[in-house]
């Protein structure tokens, strides 16, 4: 089974930046497409970004076209949401996942992303 451990998330400013990490273990990581998803305390997850298991094809909801890029290190199972141009609305709780989710892994514990004005 999949482990999933958030990181990299924190208080920042209006317009900074921030580089978040998902490690995974278990050999199966680089068999999957994976994805970074959102969610804001009582409001269903949302999905924000995704990436094959080779690293190719990203894909962006349009609200973070431009400023966020997702991008994966299999030697080191560990896939990355770097954040730029941050604005209040990315406020949220963020997760990483298999794309799309498979129900035998479990969400981790996400990591939190404050965006002040």
């Known amino acids: 089974q999949v482990q999933l451990v958030e990181s990299g998330g924190g208080l920042v400013q209006a317009g900074g930046s921030l580089r978040l990490s998902c490690a995974a273990s278990?050999?199966?990581?680089?068999?999957?497409?994976m994805g970074w998803f959102r969610q804001v305390p009582g409001k269903e997850r949302e999905f924000v970004a995704a990436i094959s298991w080779s690293g190719g094809a990203p894909y962006y909801i349009d609200s973070v076209k431009g400023r966020f890029t997702i991008s994966r290190d299999n030697a080191k199972n560990t896939v990355y949401l770097q954040m730029n141009n941050l604005k209040p609305e990315d406020t949220a709780v963020y997760y990483c996942n298999t794309h799309p989710p498979k129900a035998t892994i479990s969400w981790g514990q996400g990591t939190q992303v404050t965006v002040s004005s």
């Open positions: 278990g050999r199966t990581f680089s068999s999957y497409a």
